[in-house]
């Protein structure tokens, strides 16, 4: 090789040096040419994670692969969830999510210069089929507290499903007395031992220890409670007086008698009724014990109020005739916390959110410090809207239709995406599994009506 040679590849390797090296260092600390070619920008990152992982990541309609192994040795090498994309130019991105056997997932999203764009709390819900676990008609389901049991009423008899492993425990023939409306629903025991229905109190330990409350309270029962796991709090017949039965040793004791009862709970040591006087309607606090009011407030009369969402530190009092739900804290100077109009159904989501529907439009109230119960509308839709409730990973809504059963995500940016997990002639009854992978509801497919589940994740 000639000296003039040696010197020119020498000049060009110099060149490219000087060229080649600003560009790498600029790639390493976050900069790329913009797609024009004239500017250098500050890039971005975007962190993705989906439960369950493995999803394959598109950018506006192009896989991501590894770089080396796309190029270098001719095989695909698509890059999957959980993923951190790095050096991505400013700018908005169709982002798409795909993974075998589930729904995918899409969204546009921004990436800014120097920044991350996270996009964490996805669920990817798989593509099933509902599969039958009970046979026949369904009138009422009812899920225990710890998520274990399911009791479902026919119109001959009530029994549970064992959710662990599906195993049908007949609970026993519908015998009692016909019961009113207001004793009908299936009431859990706190510590998931023992269910009222229909006034006869059954204990899953010991199927044939069932005990009747009709052989012991002659005048009804209406809107029983559980105070504890052996005392049952309830309305006398006549509704003018709060009655307990003690299941230890089966005895009657009355806890306030004021007449006119509309309704009524139980906290602590204080008992909540609301009463009729006339025309005016009052919710008015007991101390158990003690005969004397503790406090009287006023409420809108000409309205039809019960209580609901029993277990809130703050009373839930629900207007049904207005659809006006009022959240009141009754030792409060000013008791009223908040009113919230067009109610049709309300979901606490731990302790400061509310999740609230009415026929057509699904609402969550945020009353975390700083928000103030700050009110989100998450959608609305044109069929009516028959049950919600949270998903376990806290970042969905499911909610139920006459013919199918969506799931919402909170992430609003662009759009909420809305998974149809399954549609059918008719759906009832739709309950999560404790750990959110699994969903049963009572539906009638072809000929074949009963309790299904359905593996969403």
Same mark, same amino acid.
């Given at each position: ?185 299936? #009431?859990? @025991?706190? +510590?998931?031992? !023992? /269910?009222?229905?229909?006034?006869? $109190?059954?204990? =899953?330990?010991?199927? %044939? ?70 025309? #005016?309607? @009052?919710? +008015?606090?007991? !101390? /158990?014990?003690?005969?004397?009011? $503790?406090?009287? =407030?006023?409420?809108? %009369? ?78 609305? /839709? ?76």
């Amino acid at each position: 090789m000639s000296l003039k040679t040696r010197r020119l590849l020498f000049i060009f390797f110099i060149i490219a040096f000087l060229i080649i090296t600003p560009l790498v260092i600029s790639y390493a600390v976050g900069y790329k040419i913009s797609l024009s070619g004239k500017i250098l920008q500050k890039t971005g990152m975007l962190i993705l994670d989906t439960e369950p992982e493995g999803a394959k990541i598109y950018l506006n309609g192009k896989p991501r692969q590894l770089f080396f192994k796309k190029y270098f040795k001719d095989e695909e090498s698509y890059i999957t969830t959980p993923a951190k994309i790095k050096n991505l130019l400013p700018g908005k991105y169709d982002v798409k999510l795909e993974l075998d056997g589930y729904y995918g997932w899409q969204k546009k999203l921004e990436i800014k210069p120097g920044m991350s764009t996270f996009a964490e709390d996805i669920n990817l819900f798989k593509k099933n089929l509902p599969l039958l676990i009970r046979n026949g008609e369904i009138k009422q389901a009812s899920l225990s507290p710890n998520g274990k049991y399911l009791a479902a009423v026919s119109d001959k008899e009530i029994d549970l499903i064992d959710l662990d492993n599906e195993k049908k425990i007949k609970l026993g023939a519908l015998d009692a007395p016909e019961p009113s409306s207001d004793s009908r629903p299936v #009431s859990w @025991s706190p +510590d998931n031992k !023992k /269910i009222l229905f229909n006034g006869i $109190v059954y204990n =899953i330990d010991n199927l %044939s220890k069932k005990l009747n409350l009709n052989n012991y309270i002659k005048n009804g029962i209406i809107k029983p409670k559980w105070r504890g796991k052996n005392e049952i709090i309830y309305l006398s017949g006549d509704k003018s007086d709060v009655k307990s039965f003690n299941l230890s040793d089966n005895t009657v004791k009355i806890l306030i008698k004021d007449g006119k009862i509309l309704d009524f709970t139980s906290k602590n040591d204080n008992i909540f009724i609301v009463t009729r006087l006339g025309k #005016s309607i @009052s919710l +008015d606090v007991y !101390k /158990i014990g003690a005969p004397d009011k $503790v406090r009287s =407030i006023e409420l809108p %009369s000409f309205s039809d109020y019960e209580f609901i969402n029993y277990k809130r530190d703050i009373i839930n009092l629900y207007d049904k005739k207005h659809q006006i739900l009022y959240l009141i804290n009754p030792f409060s100077r000013f008791p009223l916390v908040e009113t919230i109009n067009n109610v049709k159904r309300a979901r606490w989501v731990g302790k400061n959110k509310l999740l609230y529907s009415n026929d057509f439009e699904i609402w969550l109230a945020d009353f975390n410090p700083g928000y103030s119960g700050k009110k989100t509308l998450l959608t609305r /839709i044109s069929n009516p809207i028959n049950e919600i409730f949270w998903h376990p990973s806290e970042n969905y809504v499911i909610y139920l239709t006459d013919n199918a059963i969506y799931a919402i995500e909170l992430d609003d940016r662009q759009k909420r995406n809305i998974t149809k997990l399954v549609k059918l002639d008719r759906i009832a009854f739709p309950f999560l599994g404790k750990n959110g992978k699994k969903l049963y509801f009572y539906a009638k497919i072809g000929n074949q009506k009963g309790l299904y589940k359905l593996y969403i994740q």
